[in-house]
């Protein structure tokens, strides 16, 4: 549980250059499950990165006319720092829906995978000059560019709903895996992920086009 806090607290202050999503599933229902009042809830001990990711999809499912609350508002702040008993987290979900809730949101990261990529290098053909000076003296020191090794990360990420007033407190709404490839900054991450996110709600008819 430790180790998946710290990736996703190194990913939330990070941006991806690229998500891609690898697979969603929902239930089939013949009255589909659309949330009203939702928490929004990232695991992560890193209060900063938790509060921008938060804050970019809370923002999102409100211009769709869904009630969020980001988790840091609804929950201690320690909660999500240590391992929660079973009773605690059903104390938990009784307290939300008691609340009016009806879904937690929660997003995870599963795991990270390094990558190694190769761009082989090239010779430099420099036809348009005619005098033989000019193009010795341009072309001098650089007749070959060498290829290089690049290191990357993918991390495998979990975005999951789940309908706090059914019986069981917990049902599975619906759940999509993304791969996010090699973040670089914060910003750009919660706000790539969170689009890669509602797109498909949209597209699975969960929350509403704008």
Not at 154 to 181: C, R
Request: proline share 3%; net charge neutral; charged share 25%.
């Amino acid at each position: 549980m430790k180790t998946i806090l710290v990736i996703f607290s190194i990913l939330l202050l990070s941006a991806c250059s690229s998500v891609r999503l690898v697979d969603s599933w929902k239930p089939d229902q013949t009255d589909p499950f659309n949330p009203k009042k939702v928490v929004v809830l990232g695991v992560t001990q890193n209060l900063i990165a938790r509060i921008i990711f938060e804050e970019n999809l809370k923002k999102e499912l409100q211009s769709r006319g869904i009630q969020a609350v980001e988790s840091v508002k609804v929950f201690d702040i320690s909660f999500t720092d240590s391992k929660r008993t079973d009773d605690e987290i059903e104390s938990m979900i009784t307290g939300l829906s008691e609340e009016g809730f009806d879904a937690v949101i929660i997003t995870t990261v599963k795991g990270v995978e390094k990558k190694t990529s190769y761009s082989p290098g090239h010779t430099t053909i420099g036809y348009h000059w005619e005098r033989f000076g000019r193009y010795y003296y341009r072309y001098q020191n650089v007749y070959y560019t060498p290829g290089y090794y690049n290191e990357y990360n993918i991390y495998l990420v979990e975005t999951g709903i789940f309908n706090i007033n059914e019986e069981d407190k917990k049902s599975l709404v619906w759940i999509g895996a993304f791969e996010i490839v090699n973040p670089e900054t914060i910003k750009n991450t919660a706000h790539d992920y969170v689009k890669a996110i509602i797109l498909q709600l949209e597209k699975e008819k969960i929350v509403k086009k704008i």
